[in-house]
């Protein structure tokens, strides 16, 4: 089973690739997707939409797999980061691959085991599971723990 | 000039096409897009997607007019708002058509001078100015006065 994992964000959206075979997982890539700046709005989701489409093809991943957000204490940051969101899910939908949908706690969790962890230990963790990716930003290193999550869930038939 | 009107929603997506030269206004079409209830979010965010995209192909449109949308007392509520709003404007633009964005104070005062004009009063002017359409649901009529903003916005060039 291949997974995408998707970090979505108006300025920057990270993703990973990544190979499950019963319990080992394989790294196959990640990177980020960066619309130019200054980039309208519509054209920033059809960018966004256009790049997780091209990764979508050139990877041809199974499966996708993506943070559940909630509105937090700036609404309209979150509302835009829905928008970068539903940009990246439904290019993903629109090429039939099955969308995962992980709260963060859950993501913590599954590759953790502690549903309050913070960004470092889930690093560490990813570092142990997952030596070959080499993240280079947050958002790359948040894409792998999202696809992890969706290996482990499925495991362990937790979903 | 041809203006497609969105009124996005995760239930129900209002449309309206408008044609505009000078001070001339043409209704052509509106309607709704229903995805099937119970569809998971992201294919319903693709439902949306095809819906929309559809509408470009059939009805070449040259504009796009959609409503800003701002997180209120419910923001669970705005945020999945703002991914089926994501899906319509991804879709348009992905079509090249480029997306015209109004506050819901200016899509009032553009049909009715008034920027605290209730539903009624804008469902009135509707009627006057444009006696040909006949919306059966208030989403269509939404769709329809956020077309007919635009055509109102871009004559008098206060865009």
Redesign the interface.
């Known amino acids: 089973m291949r997974i995408i994992g998707i970090d979505p964000g108006l300025l920057h959206t990270g993703w990973a690739i990544i190979d499950v075979a019963g319990s080992s997982r394989t790294y196959v890539a990640s990177g980020v997707i960066l619309p130019p700046t200054k980039l309208?709005?519509?054209?920033r989701?059809?960018f966004?939409?256009?790049g997780v489409s091209e990764l979508c093809e050139k990877f041809k991943p199974d499966v996708c797999s993506i943070e559940i957000?909630?509105?937090n204490k700036n609404?309209?940051t979150?509302?835009?980061l829905?928008?970068?969101?539903?940009?990246a899910?439904?290019?993903?939908?629109?090429n039939n691959i099955?969308?995962f949908?992980y709260e963060p706690n859950i993501i913590k969790k599954a590759l953790t085991g502690a549903g309050h962890a913070d960004k470092e230990q889930i690093y560490k963790m990813l570092k142990i599971l997952l030596p070959a990716a080499k993240p280079k930003t947050a958002d790359e290193s948040d894409a792998i723990a999202i696809a992890m999550t969706h290996a482990n869930m499925a495991r362990f038939n937790v979903q």
Chains 1, 2 share one sequence.
Do not use: N, Y
Request: net charge neutral; proline share 12%.
């Open positions: 309208p709005l519509p054209e989701l059809d966004i939409f256009r957000i909630f509105s609404p309209k979150t509302l835009l829905g928008h970068a969101r539903a940009a899910i439904v290019s993903v939908a629109h099955p969308v949908e």
